[in-house]
């Protein structure tokens, strides 16, 4: 009965008609997950992304005998917390967290500080789908190696969203926008930093305005920082008092920017989920009006990654649960609009018709981008810029 078990559990790791080659030790791996328990500390702000993650785990449990437990975060630095305490604390093999939903300087400061697992990557049968050897994004993170110490989950890019009945000339660039913004004050705003949106638009301002575009792709400390950043300041400077309640205050997130949207207080936001708009239309969150659309020099865009703290108790199944969440079923699920909308990082080349056909069949719903315009990506600035963009921001700004 076992060896039965052991072939059935082999076959589900791989993806439906997938012709990847297992690893030696994968077997071994699927048999040993079955029965353990993952806690999954994943970001818990929005309903389409925790039903997405319940999803799965149904789909786990069934196929795996894994139990998988969404603890839902309000930000990933809560997670690298706690790895961070249980290593000061003498805990190297009993962590409360065995999968992390993690990218950029979360990543990076669990790296520099070895508390990572890996390297693990390389043993997922489903990781060969995303073509590493020809796909950088999927192995670097914010410019920081990877090593095989995360896996590619899925994709997101800034995408801008205006409501056609109150606006009919949304801006295409920063520039266009403070213009856009002084023409019509108090119809936008953005999410206050450090939360990860707000940040992603300082970030995406920088890399518009600054003359030294190059210095955002390397360590900030090697950088002039304040001649980096002087455009940026300057901008939000002139932005500020044109933004609703005149930045006073700001949203606190993504669906707080969306309910401004919805309730007609703005006539323009933006969001990191190109599918979030045709899913607030279609749940009578936002009106038909809407329409969401990608800067004219394209937009920051980047992979979320899965990492497996050094001390967690349960590796052998958060490595089984990463494997199923890069197989095109998993993959196809997360990326429909109705689900949750995250992109693919899955390579259609190293896909058969069936696997093909999973994505074929996706729906282009109401308002949202085309693929055309989401091949304009921008890459994201080295990890290290986070943290000192927020401090400075918080520092000149924060007493609004």
Not at 5 to 27: C, I, N, Q, R
Not at 145 to 157: D, H, N, S
Not at 196 to 221: C, H, M, N, R, S
Not at 231 to 252: K, M, V
Request: net charge negative; hydrophobic share 40%; glycine share 8%.
């Amino acid at each position: 009965m076992k060896s039965t078990l052991l072939a059935l559990s082999v076959s589900l790791a791989l993806p439906l008609g997938s012709h990847a080659a297992v690893s030696d030790e994968w077997p071994a791996i699927v048999e040993q997950a079955r029965g353990q328990t993952v806690y999954f500390n994943a970001w818990g702000g929005e309903s389409n992304t925790n039903n997405t993650i319940r999803w799965a785990a149904g789909q786990v449990e069934e196929r795996y005998g894994i139990d998988l437990v969404h603890v839902k975060l309000g930000d990933t630095a809560e997670a690298v917390s706690r790895v961070v305490a249980e290593k000061q604390g003498g805990n190297t093999s009993e962590g409360a967290v065995d999968l992390i939903w993690i990218n950029g300087e979360n990543f990076a400061t669990l790296k520099e500080a070895g508390l990572l697992f890996g390297p693990w990557v390389g043993q997922l049968p489903n990781f060969s789908l995303t073509d590493p050897e020809k796909n950088p994004a999927v192995t670097t993170d914010f410019t920081v190696p990877v090593e095989g110490m995360e896996a590619p989950w899925g994709k997101a890019q800034v995408v801008f969203y205006y409501d056609k009945s109150l606006t009919d000339n949304p801006p295409g660039s920063m520039p266009e926008l403070l213009e856009w913004a002084q023409e019509n004050p108090g119809e936008f705003s953005y999410p206050k930093p450090p939360q990860y949106l707000g940040t992603t638009f300082l970030k995406q301002a920088l890399i518009e305005l600054t003359g030294d575009g190059d210095a955002l792709y390397g360590p900030v400390a090697e950088a002039d920082f304040e001649a980096v950043t002087a455009p940026l300041w300057n901008f939000l400077d002139q932005l500020h008092p044109h933004l609703w309640r005149s930045a006073r205050n700001f949203p606190d997130n993504g669906p707080a920017l969306r309910r401004l949207m919805g309730d007609g207080e703005l006539s323009l936001a933006f969001s990191f989920w190109p599918a979030e708009v045709p899913a607030a239309i279609a749940n009578n969150e936002l009106p038909p009006t809407v329409e969401s659309y990608v800067l004219d020099g394209g937009t920051i865009g980047n992979v979320s990654f899965l990492a497996i703290p050094f001390n967690a108790q349960h590796k052998s199944a958060a490595k089984v649960v990463a494997n199923f969440l890069l197989s095109p079923e998993a993959q196809a699920y997360a990326q429909h609009p109705d689900n949750w909308g995250f992109l693919t990082v899955l390579s259609m080349d190293q896909l058969d018709a069936e696997q093909k056909a999973l994505f074929e069949a996706l729906p282009s719903p109401k308002g949202g981008v085309t693929p055309a315009e989401l091949q304009q990506v921008v890459e994201e600035p080295h990890a290290s810029w986070v943290e000192a963009l927020e401090t400075a921001w918080l520092e000149r700004y924060s007493g609004n």
